[in-house]
């Protein structure tokens, strides 16, 4: 089991792609959080098995068709053991 917690800037925010993090999430096994934040990036923490994680890794840096992802950072977190992933609003 790994936990990261991914930091996505680059034209990410008002492309959906909160909710496609989520749907990828869900149908990958991926459970965790993402939300906006002010400075125009998406705040993940996404935990999973390790080859699981790759795959959706892979997805982060490319998001959803309308997404422009400039960098990604990607941090080695303590697990929260998270139920389900959730979309935060704030």
């Known amino acids: 089991m790994k936990t990261l ?3 996505v800037s680059g034209r990410v925010q008002g492309v959906f ?3 496609s993090t989520k749907a990828v999430a869900d149908q990958i096994g991926i459970k965790g959080i993402v939300k906006n934040l002010p400075d125009g990036t998406v705040f993940i923490e996404a ?3 390790d080859f699981l994680m790759e795959d959706f890794l892979d997805w982060c840096k490319y998001g959803p068709d309308d997404a422009r992802v ?3 950072s990607i941090e080695e977190i303590e697990t929260k ?3 389900n992933f959730n979309i935060l609003k704030k």
């Open 5 to 7: 917690r991914i930091i």
């Open 17 to 19: 792609f909160r909710a």
């Open 47 to 49: 935990e999973g098995e």
């Open 70 to 72: 400039d960098d990604i």
């Open 81 to 83: 053991n998270y139920r």
